[in-house]
């Protein structure tokens, strides 16, 4: 996503940010900038209904731009498409001011957004981070099998259905199945290279069950000797070679995007993607449900007990880790929100630890959620009291010489 212009002060954290999307996964970032109460300004097309003097009445399209104060949100992940709800806010000749309206934020047009409690630390993170090439594709996964494959696209972010490919192969006893399904992986390899940047070309993950990774990785090699043998230009059969040498093959029960996730988690496409952002938070998740198993001390979930564990200091510099599902960040209430931006700056800013925002459409994210949305692992153990020890404690018995027998009198009341 392209940053066309920014006024934000830096004191007050006010102003605005002109923003571009220019790919389908800069829809998932928009939707993570965009809070209720914000200030939205894009185009729009109204319809406008005018009367004329004769009582007969024209209606046209008029495209305009307008600002709306945001109600709701509407984000459709497959379709990269964000509908932002909202009242008009500002006066528009076409559009009454506190209208009801929808805007449509789409690819290629460029919008303004102003924060309503201003730009806090969260937000100018997004914002950095959405604008900068870290943004870039970090994997390309092909889900297939045979008939059917999905190619997507895995950031940071988000990961995103870029192109569904499919062909009917027939029965595999009747003649020419074997063609038929060669002309499906050549056809699924074709969409592939159409979408993949040559300039800047991620890892791709194929997956699938059986012997399918391997057919398709073989089909890769073919074309890619055909390439060189055939006279294409220089440009085809490098980019064909290049794809070969970025394949890293897994199984995978079924090309649904749902097996992304656990082939993403195992162990030979971590070590692929070592240096990935989701690698990193893919790792630190294990590490939070491995200590819930065997060193529970050193570890909380849920929003009270986290915020304690910070107040306590044990989520700090020397291996103290906040985990924080970005889902938190999105709530209707600003006090919420408000309330996750501050524990997050604490941590970053005054504790010296790690933050991890963990997208929800990852699965990384799914992961937290579990345990609500939330965790640490911490830098030293925090041993809970169990609250019957502490009563024990308490109300000590007193010493055996300290205890007089009911029976025995006091020494004034014995005769000599």
Request: net charge negative; charged share 25%; proline share 4%.
């Amino acid at each position: 996503m392209k940053l066309i212009r920014q006024s934000i002060d830096a004191k007050t954290l006010s102003g605005t940010a002109t923003l571009l999307p220019t790919s389908p996964e800069d829809m998932w970032s928009c939707y993570n900038l965009l809070s209720a109460g914000d200030k939205l300004r894009a185009a729009a097309v109204r319809r406008v209904t005018t009367s004329t003097s004769t009582g007969s009445t024209h209606s046209e399209r008029i495209h305009t731009t307008l600002t709306l104060t945001i109600s709701s949100l509407d984000f459709d992940p497959q379709a990269s498409q964000l509908h932002v709800n909202g009242r008009v806010s500002e006066l528009n000749e076409h559009v009454r001011l506190g209208q009801h309206h929808t805007l449509d934020l789409e690819l290629n047009r460029n919008f303004t957004l102003e924060k309503s409690s201003g730009w806090d630390s969260v937000a100018l993170r997004l914002l950095r981070e959405s604008t900068a090439s870290e943004s870039r594709p970090q994997l390309w996964a092909v889900l297939l099998e045979e008939g059917v494959a999905n190619i997507c696209i895995v950031t940071s972010g988000t990961t995103i259905v870029r192109q569904t490919v499919t062909s009917r192969l027939g029965s595999k006893t009747l003649p020419g199945y074997g063609s038929s399904v060669a002309k499906f992986y050549q056809k699924t390899l074709d969409t592939l290279l159409r979408a993949v940047d040559p300039q800047d070309l991620q890892p791709i993950l194929v997956a699938g069950p059986g012997f399918v990774p391997q057919t398709f990785a073989n089909q890769v090699k073919t074309a890619s000797q055909a390439a060189a043998g055939k006279g294409k230009s220089a440009t085809d059969a490098k980019l064909l070679r290049q794809v070969g040498e970025k394949l890293v093959l897994e199984r995978a029960p079924n090309a649904a995007p749902a097996s992304l996730a656990n082939v993403l988690a195992s162990p030979g496409v971590q070590k692929r993607l070592a240096d990935t952002a989701f690698a990193r938070e893919t790792a630190l998740l294990d590490t939070l449900f491995a200590r819930m198993r065997t060193d529970e001390w050193r570890v909380v979930y849920g929003p009270g007990e986290v915020e304690a564990a910070v107040d306590a200091g044990a989520v700090g510099k020397g291996g103290g880790v906040l985990l924080i599902s970005d889902e938190l960040f999105r709530s209707m209430e600003i006090g919420v929100r408000k309330r996750w931006v501050g524990l997050v700056d604490r941590v970053r800013d005054r504790e010296g630890g790690e933050v991890r925002v963990l997208s929800s459409a990852h699965e990384s994210g799914d992961r937290l959620k579990t345990v609500g949305g939330v965790a640490a692992l911490l830098t030293f153990p925090l041993f809970e009291v169990d609250e019957d020890e502490a009563t024990e404690k308490v109300t000590e018995e007193p010493k055996k010489e300290d205890v007089q027998d009911e029976d025995e009198p006091e020494l004034s009341e014995i005769e000599m």
